[in-house]
């Protein structure tokens, strides 16, 4: 197969070499989407641009790591469901018998019922620390969380209570591994 126009002609393979300087082909870099800057919830409506946590790769690892990062995965979905009143995938990783998830699922769907919205609540994972004993990993974690104060705002974005101002307060959870992955069996404030 002869390429170009060099077939049967040896010369016309051969480069040709110019005086003149070679400039390369302008390149223009590819055009990439800016992600939008995150607009916290407020009298102007609900946040905008929230991303997703993202969970890491070893979160469903049975190890320490593995459980500590799952603990903040999931605390941090729970600040994206303050934000955004999506608490699906957050539910998803717990069961009825976790009160207090299904306590704070329903008081965020209820800021988001008829049209309004929270500002706030956005979380932060301060420590986090995973109990072994006897060298095998408890299922039980402690975290302190920082989170946001939380407002309450109408469809109309009026105040319609007294923002909820949150007490940094030691968090427990209590996890057990099945199916490949952790899941929340009980959490509540870490008392005493």
């Known amino acids: 197969m002869c390429l170009l126009s060099a077939c049967g002609n040896p010369e016309a393979a051969r480069p040709q070499v110019s005086s003149e300087e070679v400039t390369a082909p302008e390149t223009f870099p590819a055009a990439s989407t800016p992600t939008p800057s ?75 019922a008829d049209g309004g919205w929270l500002g706030g609540g956005r979380t932060f994972t301060e420590s986090v620390s995973a109990m072994v004993k006897d060298g095998s990993l408890t299922g039980d974690v402690t975290l302190l969380v920082r989170q946001e104060e939380i407002r309450f705002f109408n469809a109309a974005g009026e105040e319609k209570q007294e923002p909820h101002e949150l007490v940094n307060q030691p968090i427990v959870v209590f996890l057990s591994y099945r199916d490949g992955g952790w899941f929340v069996d009980d959490m509540g404030h870490l008392v005493g």
């Open 38 to 112: 995150r607009i916290a919830g407020g009298p102007q409506g609900p946040a905008r641009h929230v991303q997703k946590p993202i969970k890491r790769p070893d979160s469903d690892a049975e190890t320490k790591e593995g459980l500590e990062n799952f603990v903040r995965y999931f605390i941090e979905l729970s600040g994206y469901g303050f934000e955004t009143g999506q608490t699906d995938e957050w539910l998803s990783y717990t069961g009825q018998e976790c009160k207090f998830c299904i306590r704070l699922a329903d008081g965020i769907k209820a800021g988001y």
